[in-house]
């Protein structure tokens, strides 16, 4: 049991945290050159044969009051990077899994810019939550804990037998995060309708780092703001990942159907949340999940990627649609891209390049939207879709907490970080 003197040091500890976080854009130094990293879902950790690099660590204080830190394993793409985790000073979290049970951290959900959002599993309910932000020049990176996340969902319960709510948790699929300008850091959590007849509405939870969980119910519109949704449209949508765009979008993405686009633009005060969100279906394709991707292709373009072919041609194609106006824009396609395997064999740089393996799991990288990034069986492949020249080939580093699901994509959460 915690005493009065502890909870006390603990609020103390957690004050100097806050501060530190407000302090980061103090700092007239200039920022180090950003390094774009993909990172595991999945968190190591104590006793991880991976090495993590001391410069990127930071420490914090659970909900319980319990210190731990948290640093990264610092790899280029198409690698992926790890975080790790470490508690301090002895501390242990209670645990009522057997000692020969693997404990399950928590993850890493979200990433943008510069920060991580991440879950920390307690003994309780309510997990906890932090955003981790990498330092920059003289700054160190920080860790601060949100809010408590206990807001229950509002729809869905009219005609369940169960009229219950049940209160909602921030995941890969249903949660982003979005640095809109300097220190203003946004999380975005989507809960989507199941009363019928109507699906066209959707519940924003919103937080705005500094402040508190706001929840809004907000329509959703087809193409622009003057189409009315099909009620039908949305009855079987269901997230499977959300893509940040520039410091502006927030998309929510169902590969066999289309996104959600939320634009933060559209809130009329930094406090307030956007008047509705807008559905766009993606092209015409046949869905494979590990196929496609969506991903950001500069500040205010989305790009998707469909692979298809055989273990010795490949066939990449891309379109390329514009989200910086109101109205709907149409897919612009690119064109296609073949790839020959035997082709990419005889490339300087193909490395330990798989003759026998798809590519799958593609990743538009952050730097160059024509440079793709593949897993292909055990290794990662980086290739320029545009000259289509293969770029480098890797082991892939990827472990995924839904390794025995067959249509389950790997969890890879993409940030640009500095320190």
């Not at 790890?82 to 399950?104: A, I, M, N, Y």
């Not at 041609?313 to 379109?319: G, M, R």
């Not at 492949?381 to 067959?406: C, Y």
């Amino acid at each position: 049991m915690e005493t009065l003197t502890n909870k006390r040091q603990h609020r103390d500890d957690k004050q100097t945290l806050a501060n530190q976080r407000r302090r980061r854009s103090d700092s007239p130094a200039a920022a180090g050159p950003a390094c774009w990293l993909i990172v595991n879902s999945c968190i190591d950790g104590e006793g991880s044969a991976s090495v993590a690099d001391a410069k990127t660590r930071a420490a914090s204080y659970t909900s319980s009051g319990k210190p731990f830190s948290v640093s990264l394993g610092v790899v280029a793409p198409p690698a992926c990077c790890s975080l790790h985790f470490d508690w301090l000073g002895g501390g242990q979290r209670h645990s009522s899994k057997s000692e020969t049970e693997v404990e399950d951290i928590g993850v890493v959900i979200a990433g943008h810019d510069d920060a991580l959002l991440i879950q920390i599993a307690t003994s309780t309910t309510f997990d906890d939550y932090f955003l981790y932000e990498a330092g920059v020049a003289r700054r160190p990176p920080s860790l601060s804990l949100l809010p408590d996340f206990n807001i229950p969902v509002q729809l869905g319960y009219k005609n369940h037998r169960d009229p219950t709510p049940r209160f909602r948790r921030l995941s890969t699929e249903n949660t982003g995060i979005l640095r809109r300008r300097g220190d203003l850091v946004v999380v975005c959590q989507l809960e989507m309708t199941c009363d019928p007849p109507i699906y066209d509405t959707a519940e924003l939870c919103m937080l705005r780092i500094g402040g508190e969980w706001i929840n809004r119910r907000l329509p959703i519109v087809e193409g622009s703001t003057s189409s009315k949704l099909h009620p039908w449209r949305m009855r079987h949508f269901i997230a499977q990942a959300a893509v940040p765009v520039g410091n502006r979008f927030l998309c929510w993405v169902d590969y066999n159907s289309g996104f959600i686009l939320c634009d933060m633009g559209m809130a009329a005060a930094a406090e307030e949340t956007p008047k509705l969100l807008r559905y766009v279906p993606l092209p015409p394709v046949t869905p494979r999940h590990d196929r496609f991707t969506l991903g950001a292709a500069g500040p205010e373009a989305v790009r998707f990627v469909s692979a298809s072919g055989s273990i010795s041609s490949f066939n990449v194609t891309t379109w390329t649609m514009t989200l910086s106006t109101e109205e709907a824009t149409a897919w612009v396609k690119g064109d296609d891209v073949v790839l020959d395997c035997d082709e990419m064999i005889r490339n300087p740089n193909h490395g330990c390049f798989p003759r026998d393996k798809l590519l799958e799991y593609p990743m538009v990288s952050s730097d160059d939207p024509d440079v793709i990034y593949f897993k292909v069986g055990d290794m990662a492949a980086a290739i320029n879709t545009r000259t289509k020249n293969l770029l480098s080939v890797v082991p892939s580093g990827t472990r995924d907490l839904h390794e025995d699901e067959d249509d389950e994509p790997p969890r890879l959460i993409t940030a640009k970080l500095r320190w």
